[in-house]
């Protein structure tokens, strides 16, 4: 059995993922046309290359059907419960970085940090007898953050895209998102609240801990030679 590599299957992630294995020796291309989501693995072998969307690949590791990926931190951490008992963090990558930011109208010129988010969530409340809204798809991360800073007076509403954009529409009054250059954040009008963002992620090649590695185990080790990777304690059990 071959060792299967989950790599985003477009985009800036794809070429960035692309170069980074290229860097290392390890040539990684799509083959067919080029709408055809096909590739191959030169410089190891019994490496398999499949592509999907990065979204897909912390699910993939979990249910074991990809030994290695390559996503966005951020989503294994929101897509995954207890992450860190499904896949391994192998290598940060160094690129795809962005932060999960909680953000507000410029105009809300009392609210810097996340006391005052809660101080107005409360206000906000009383005034118009429901919760304000925070817009986001990140809902586990987000609601982690906010439980651990103890703030509770809020709703999350589900947005996949253009969540800036949905205080302009009245549909939330704060949002949760990435920003990497903060370009949409400002065009909206919308500043990022003081404080460590709720997550720093960045592009990172991940193992799977719920895939069969019996017969992937000397691909892995060679893979981790080429890469120059360590590999956590005791993650190839002899199964
Ligand atoms: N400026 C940015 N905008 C969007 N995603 C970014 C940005 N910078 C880094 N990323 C990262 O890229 C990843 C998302 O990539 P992408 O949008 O290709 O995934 P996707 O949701 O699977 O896309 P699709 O579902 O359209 O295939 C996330 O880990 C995200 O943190
Ligand atoms: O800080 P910036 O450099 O402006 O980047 C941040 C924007 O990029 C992402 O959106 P994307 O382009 O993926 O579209 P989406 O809104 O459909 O998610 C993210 O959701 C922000 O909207």
């Known amino acids: 059995m071959t060792l299967k590599l989950g790599v985003p299957s477009k985009g800036r992630l794809m070429e960035q993922s692309f170069d980074w294995f290229t860097e290392r020796g390890l040539t990684l291309a799509r083959t067919g046309s080029a709408r055809e989501y ?59 970085n962005a932060d999960l930011i909680l953000a507000v109208p410029v105009t809300w010129v009392d609210v810097e940090t996340l006391d005052d988010l809660d101080a107005a969530a409360a206000a906000f409340r009383a005034r118009h007898g429901f919760r304000l809204r925070i817009a986001t798809k990140y809902h586990r991360l987000v609601r982690e953050h906010l439980r651990a800073h103890g703030v509770a007076d809020y709703q999350l509403v589900d947005s996949q895209g253009a969540t800036e954009g949905t205080i302009r529409n009245l549909t939330a009054e704060a949002v949760a998102d990435i920003t990497t250059t903060g370009e949409t954040l400002r065009a909206n009008h919308l500043k990022i609240l003081q404080g460590a963002p709720i997550h720093r992620s960045q592009a990172t090649l991940f193992a799977s801990r719920i895939a069969l590695w019996g017969p992937a185990s000397a691909a892995l080790k060679q893979l981790a030679h080429k890469l120059d990777l360590a590999l956590p304690d005791g993650f190839l059990p002899n199964r």
Not at 40 to 47: F, I, L, M, Q, Y
Not at 68 to 86: C, F, I, K, M, Y
């Open 38 to 96: 096909a590739g191959a693995v030169e410089g190891v072998d019994g490496v398999e290359l499949v592509l999907l969307s990065a979204s897909e690949i912390p699910r993939e590791l979990a249910a074991g059907r990809i030994h290695l990926g390559v996503t966005g931190s951020d989503l294994v951490r929101e897509s995954l419960p207890d992450w860190a008992a499904s896949v391994a963090e192998l290598a940060p990558m160094g690129f795809g």
